[in-house]
């Protein structure tokens, strides 16, 4: 862009504020407008459940940056509480609102970054405008729910939504001393997850004080000017002092829409790798616009941090001139729930499955450092490959050790690596840090030996379904993990006897092994090699996996 120039960004925060300073280090020559119509240019939305909590004490510190600070480092004109009406894409001007004084005005622009973001969904429900009923996108809403928190003395907490946001909320609000109780409509916590993988987070909340309700949804609400009951759709009411709905959120398109500008199929902003719109000099950023998944090369929406910063970056960098490019999207995340943590990127199973892809389930369970070294935490992974071995995505949850892994199988997907290139990583080891074969390590090589069909692994959920067959199931366990419940049915043949014991086997039955987490029964089915057998399996992940996906185990 010549000098003299102007951008105008419309919205701050992640998007928006990384877009300006981007601009500004791509093109000095350009003028930069920001407007904003919240309060703050740029806060930290991730952590405002962790100052309801108490663990982010002071509030300044959720303020990335001070308007004036950023204006002066970055030479930009910064306008907070000021909203963008309408934009006008013939005279390329954007009619702004100053929410401070009521004034309209006019501003014009050469090339326009929209920001607007996404907004929390809120049901039109009996009761859904009381006083003491918030949504936690803002610094505003987090002060709101603090102070309703502190000003009374509030008992019973009822989260609405049991996704990322709604269980650091149900974390938070225990941590202010609330009984806290979470409604979910699905039938599981953390909904993009597959249901087994989250099983441990669910009692990690259950044993830490909070209730869990899924399967039901919320009725309305009673009571005025504050609700003190919500009625759910089955009929039960729970009481209430505070309610914080997390039932997630709605890309903001309604300027997009106004002025012409193109929706993708998912109802986001549809732009290309440059964040460019159907209009050349409007370019769009964040949980509003479409984005390439790069596991299925389709669109979809993504409502995270991580893109928008991105998007922020290259969008400024080619308003001002340059030309970056966006390769697309993962969904990676992490959630911390008291003290454990799930994290996820790629495609979980039963996405996979609806897509249309050919998968297969992996599940281990090993320590996040070697177990001879004191405070080593169990992690579960559950990795989802393609039968050619194409790695699809991959879940993590446990103590300790989560964010390494699942940022080693992030990067692994958008390489488009195989789970054969996985068993070939070389990552760093200590004992304090990992073990000789780390556990994404040993992912791949357990997913790898499925693919070249070394042996073959059936997961928990398969393996209920089957247990009408003419199947064989035999524990590899030792005598005193069998006296704490087996599977029904079960045969009990401890891993080092499978070879003299093949025999009581019918070989005109299918074969399954199974042990705590699965590698004995590894090697029991590779014991079998070379006998009469036809259909020999492992059970992936073991007893820990099969209760884990609700199977039950017997005395």
């Not at 441990?200 to 000017?225: C, N, T, W, Y």
């Not at 070939?424 to 990992?434: N, S």
């Not at 399954?512 to 036809?534: K, M, Q």
Request: proline residues 4%; aromatic residues 6%.
């Amino acid at each position: 862009m010549g000098k003299g120039e102007k951008i105008v960004i419309v919205g701050g925060v992640a998007g928006g504020a990384t877009a300006a300073a981007k601009s500004r280090r791509t093109s000095e020559s350009v003028e930069i407008v920001v407007f904003e119509r919240g309060p703050y240019i740029s806060f930290a939305n991730c952590g405002l459940p962790y100052y309801v909590a108490g663990t982010i004490a002071k509030r300044d510190r959720l303020f990335l940056t001070r308007r004036d600070r950023f204006s002066e480092r970055y030479n930009l004109r910064i306008h907070v509480e000021h909203e963008v009406m309408k934009i006008d894409r013939g005279a390329k001007e954007v009619e702004v609102l100053d929410r401070s004084s009521g004034r309209t005005f006019r501003e014009s622009y050469d090339k326009l970054i929209l920001s607007p973001g996404a907004s929390p969904l809120v049901p039109p429900l009996p009761g859904i405008g009381a006083a003491n009923i918030f949504t936690v996108r803002t610094v505003p809403d987090v002060d709101a729910i603090v102070a309703a928190i502190e000003e009374k003395a509030r008992r019973r907490a009822v989260v609405v939504g049991a996704g990322y946001v709604g269980l650091e909320m149900a974390e938070a609000l225990v941590e202010r001393g609330l009984q806290t109780t979470v409604v979910e409509l699905l039938p599981q916590i953390l909904p993009l997850f597959d249901h087994e993988v989250v099983q441990p987070i669910a009692k990690h909340l259950e044993q830490r004080g909070v209730e869990l309700i899924l399967s039901d949804g919320i009725k309305g609400f009673e009571g005025e000017p504050e609700a003190t009951r919500i009625e759910l759709e089955s009929g039960r009411r729970l009481e209430m002092d505070v309610a914080v709905l997390s039932i997630g959120v709605r890309a903001e398109t309604g300027l997009a829409v106004d002025c012409g500008l193109a929706l993708g199929d998912r109802g986001g902003i549809a732009v290309d790798d440059r964040m460019q719109t159907s209009d050349p000099d409007v370019f769009a950023v964040g949980d509003a616009v479409e984005s390439v998944h790069l596991v299925t090369g389709r669109k979809t929406l993504m409502p995270l941090a991580g893109p928008a910063n991105k998007q922020g970056r290259i969008a400024g960098a080619n308003a001002a001139g340059g030309d970056l490019r966006f390769r697309g999207v993962l969904g990676t995340s992490i959630v911390k729930v008291f003290d454990k943590a799930a994290a996820k990127t790629g495609l979980c199973e039963r996405e996979a499955e609806e897509l249309g892809y050919e998968c297969i389930p992996i599940h281990i369970h090993a320590g996040h450092h070697v177990g001879y070294y004191p405070g080593a935490k169990q992690l579960s992974i559950k990795l989802v490959v393609e039968k050619s071995g194409r790695l699809l995505g991959a879940q993590v949850v446990g103590e300790e050790g989560v964010d390494k892994r699942i940022d080693v199988f992030a990067t692994a997907l958008a390489a488009g690596m195989t789970a054969e290139d996985l068993e070939h990583l070389d990552l760093a080891y200590a004992p304090p840090f990992g073990a000789g074969v780390d556990p994404a390590i040993l992912a791949g090589y357990v997913a790898a030996n499925v693919v070249r069909g070394e042996f073959a692994s059936i997961d928990a959920d398969r393996l209920r379904e089957d247990l009408g067959e003419d199947i064989q199931i035999v524990d590899v366990r030792t005598s005193y993990e069998m006296s704490n419940g087996v599977i029904p049915g079960a045969i009990a043949i401890g891993v080092n006897k499978i070879r003299d014991r093949a025999g009581e086997l019918d070989p005109g039955k299918r074969v399954v092994f199974y042990c705590a987490t699965g590698y004995r029964s590894y090697l029991s089915a590779r014991a079998l090699e070379g006998h009469p057998f036809g259909r020999v399996e492992s059970l992936s992940g073991g007893t820990v996996s099969w209760v884990a996906a609700g199977g039950d185990l017997e005395e």
